[in-house]
């Protein structure tokens, strides 16, 4: 995992002394011997070897975080020669995302002048309420800071400045009321929230726990409520990231998950630390002996303390790999696993809080009843592509009132208002390749050129009437389920669909552009599969965004390979009909739409997008192709309905007990040459399927249980 965020001190004292504080006010006291702000020159090198990282590792973007003590505490003269700085040399290599963590006390228009001049979006910290917020935040003269930071949040919330406005960083406080402190916070309409654990470790305990065994559980849980009453009105980052990885997704905290680390730290004198919450747990745990001027950002990756927290399950201690729950807490935070005794190879000090936590929102999300999807087919379809329009609008939500996405919003809107064009939105919206981008452009980057030429290709399919236009940063265009137009260079490009066609004008004012109906090099369809029995199929090798699957794609097949390749598939289709011509029929049959060509060896592959994407070996033998096709439509299956309804509350056991006994079966038929071993391996799984308590499955996971067990009984009479 490269590092793709850097926290950058730019001042290290504070004008406020919050007791709290992980830099002043525990273990590490190592600020007392670093000046004041950086240097310019520290400055220089720290941003060209960052520069220099990203080029070497290719990363489109990173993230830096301007950092303190109090950032601000520079003055705007200072600050503006930082961002410049970090602008003039990350700019030319990759896209630098900057942003400020501050306490908010020093926010006014000269520093909101230069913030916006370079586009540094501004998160704050606060606690919630005055009183609230009082308890620790307060200057050095113990006077309060609130009504300080709520002017710069008016400020910041003018319309001048608000789109910079990033989020609110509240510590908790077993002392403060979680709704209080809730209401408190959304009424300033953040654009997100996060709630930080204060930092404890198995040496300094956290405070507060009396009479209840995991209070801090029953805080976030109280603020959760609170949240899911009001609507979810804006993002919880903690909430977000335990819902997500509840679900399978990734985890979007540093404090829960086990998602690899990537962030470095630098201090004013250019020293490269690791997470500053290390802090906390021994005088100089985040030090690394490099700084800038002698080390790059590939030698601070390789340190071990940094190789430590990207190892994954590996990383937590033994308690925490037995966890049910562990995918979604992944141990907590580093530094709170902390003990004179055995290091960090321990749970988190917070680690029945973390389970509690996890398994009350686990909880609360679950649908028990019994979901159409799991006994129709046809229903699991509808509901994944309800689930493809429900990503759709969260995408227009984010990018409404930008000039070319509102048009091909509109476009959108008009195709799913007409019955006669409807299915060809439907049939773009479902391609498997879709789902990715979508969901990867939640957590990243908006890849604004993709959604463009989705809506294009729509549009195509339909032959709706329109022109679309759109900055393209590739000169390759991809219309998703239709094929690729190779452009004469990036830039601005004019998309125009006709009844008979489309065309599409890039930046070159000497090209003439590419028709849909005419042959040549700039434009290359897509091929299909065409079956005896059973819909065709579409032979995707182009897609920018098929490279999920578990083994690399092939780049795009020759004409001549793409032949051979399809006639191998006709030749495996056909065998698998002469050898069960009613494998189409069943539950678990696969919902293959597309077949994208891996790299030799690879096998048959499902991919972690749409239920309906199939990777194949170009090598792949037909035997092995009729063997593993019904195997993989069952697990297609179980991994569609999970992305669509509740098989059993997300983090627990029986999750896993599915999993293993739809395997077995899968493997207990015959021509499987271990299939008696199968079944008796599928027999026990079941066994502690039945033996588990009526609340670990939904209606919908006990459905899928006794489906099973049929077939478990069918298969051994």
């Not at 048009?407 to 049939?427: E, F, G, I, M, N």
């Not at 957590?443 to 463009?452: N, S, V």
């Amino acid at each position: 995992m490269p590092i793709q965020e850097l926290i950058l001190k730019i001042h290290s004292r504070c004008d406020l002394a919050c007791d709290h504080c992980y830099v002043y006010e525990h273990a590490d006291q190592s600020w007392r011997g670093r000046p004041p702000f950086i240097a310019e020159e520290t400055l220089r090198q720290a941003a060209r070897r960052l520069a220099e990282y990203a080029v070497r590792k290719k990363l489109a973007s990173v993230t830096v975080i301007l950092h303190g003590g109090e950032p601000l505490l520079v003055g705007p003269a200072r600050l503006r020669r930082i961002c410049a700085e970090l602008r003039r040399t990350l700019a030319p290599v990759t896209d630098p995302d900057l942003r400020i963590q501050t306490n908010g006390v020093r926010l006014d228009r000269e520093r909101l002048d230069v913030l916006k001049e370079f586009d540094v979006k501004v998160g704050i910290s606060l606690d919630g309420d005055r009183a609230a917020n009082d308890r620790h935040r307060r200057d050095h003269r113990g006077r309060s800071s609130y009504e300080r930071v709520l002017r710069g949040l008016e400020l910041l919330r003018l319309p001048e400045y608000e789109h910079l406005f990033q989020g609110l960083l509240c510590t908790v406080d077993l002392a403060n009321d979680p709704v209080a402190v809730h209401d408190a916070l959304t009424a300033l309409a953040p654009p997100r929230i996060d709630y930080l654990l204060p930092h404890a470790t198995w040496e300094a305990p956290p405070p507060g726990r009396v009479g209840t065994p995991t209070p801090y559980a029953d805080w976030l849980l109280g603020v959760f409520d609170r949240w899911e009453a009001q609507g979810r009105p804006m993002p919880v980052r903690v909430f977000a990231s335990v819902l997500s990885t509840l679900r399978g997704g990734p985890s979007l905290t540093e404090s829960m998950g086990l998602a690899p680390a990537d962030l470095a730290v630098i201090e004013t004198d250019g020293t490269f630390e690791q997470a500053d919450s290390l802090k906390t747990a021994y005088d100089g745990a985040p030090a690394t002996g490099y700084d800038v001027f002698r080390h790059g950002f590939e030698e601070f990756a390789r340190h071990p303390g940094v190789r430590a927290r990207q190892s994954g399950i590996a990383g937590v201690s033994e308690t925490c790999r037995r966890c049910p729950v562990v995918e979604s807490c992944g141990g907590g935070l580093y530094a709170h696993r902390y003990s004179a005794e055995r290091g960090f190879d321990n749970p988190s000090v917070y680690c029945a809080d973390l389970r509690s936590f996890i398994e009350g929102v686990a909880e609360r999300i679950t649908e028990r009843g019994l979901a159409p999807a799991v006994t129709d087919a046809d229903a699991l379809r509808l509901a994944h592509l309800e689930l493809d329009r429900a990503l759709l609008a969260g995408l227009n939500a984010h990018l409404t009132g930008h000039p070319d996405w509102d048009r091909a919003w509109r476009l959108l809107v008009r195709l799913d208002s007409d019955d006669a064009t409807t299915r060809h939105l439907d049939t773009v919206l479902s391609h498997p390749y879709l789902r990715p981008s979508l969901l990867r452009s939640r957590q990243g980057p908006m890849d604004l050129p993709r959604f463009m030429a989705a809506a294009a290709a729509a549009a195509v399919r339909a032959r709706a009437e329109v022109t679309l236009a759109w900055d393209q940063s590739d000169p390759v265009v991809h219309l998703p389920t239709l094929g690729t137009i190779r452009l004469s260079r990036p830039g601005r490009v004019e998309f125009t669909v006709s009844g008979d066609g489309f065309q599409i004008r890039g930046t070159d004012p000497g090209r003439a552009g590419a028709r849909e109906d005419e042959d040549g090099a700039d434009w290359r369809p897509l091929e299909s599969l065409l079956l005896t029995s059973g819909p065709s199929l579409l032979l995707d090798d182009a897609d920018p965004y098929r490279d999920c699957y578990p083994a690399p794609a092939t780049p795009p097949l020759s004409p001549s390979d793409l032949d051979a390749f399809r006639e191998r598939l006709r030749a495996a289709y056909s065998l698998l009909d002469r050898r069960d011509p009613c494998w189409r029929q069943g539950i678990n049959a696969p919902a293959t739409t597309t077949i994208t060509p891996l790299a030799a060896r690879a096998g048959l592959r499902l991919g972690a997008g749409g239920s309906g994407a199939l990777g194949v070996a170009v090598d792949f033998g037909q035997e092995e192709f009729v063997r593993e096709l019904p195997r993989l439509g069952r697990r297609a299956r179980l991994t569609a309905l999970r992305q669509v309804a509740d098989l059993n509350v997300p983090g627990n056991r029986a999750g896993r007990l599915l999993d293993m006994a739809s395997e077995h079966i899968g493997k207990a038929a015959p021509p499987s040459p271990r299939a008696a071993e199968a079944r008796e391996r599928a027999k026990r799984v079941l066994d502690e399927l039945s033996a588990l308590s009526a609340s670990e499955l939904t209606e919908s996971g006990a459905y899928l249980a006794n489906e099973m067990r049929r077939e478990w009984t069918a298969l051994h009479d």
